[in-house]
Nanobody, 119 residues
């Protein structure tokens, strides 16, 4: 089993910064994708950013240039540096890990951490 634990959320003023961390434990394969999703009430969970085990990244258009995703494979940890935060970034941020066993994809989720940006 895989467990993901997020930290680093909180309340920040607009244009401020926060850094989220997510540590993974359990049966982690060497090749996997990790990412951050966010969700607000009444809306679908949306991808914020993802990173492969090789370091390739992908960002939602709404966060490009403001957020940076990174990972430390030795520590099994993924980070999300969020700068120039906007009130519309307010959401519960969930860490995600995807890994494959043959043709089967396994998705794991953290419990989420609240990010609130005040105007």
């Amino acid at each position: 089993q895989v467990k993901l634990v997020e930290s680093g959320g909180g309340l920040v003023q607009a244009m401020g910064s926060l850094r989220l961390s997510c540590g993974a434990s359990g049966s982690i394969f060497s090749i996997n994708n990790m990412g951050w999703y966010r969700q607000t009430p009444g809306k679908q969970r949306e991808l914020v950013a993802s990173i492969t085990s090789g370091g390739s990244t992908n960002y939602a258009d709404s966060v490009k240039g403001r957020f940076t995703i990174s990972r430390d494979n030795a520590k099994r940890t993924v980070y999300l540096q969020m700068n120039s935060l906007k009130p519309e970034d307010t959401a519960v941020y969930h860490c995600n890990l995807q890994q494959y066993s043959g043709p089967l994809r396994y998705d794991y989720w953290g419990q989420g951490t609240q990010v609130t940006v005040s105007s």
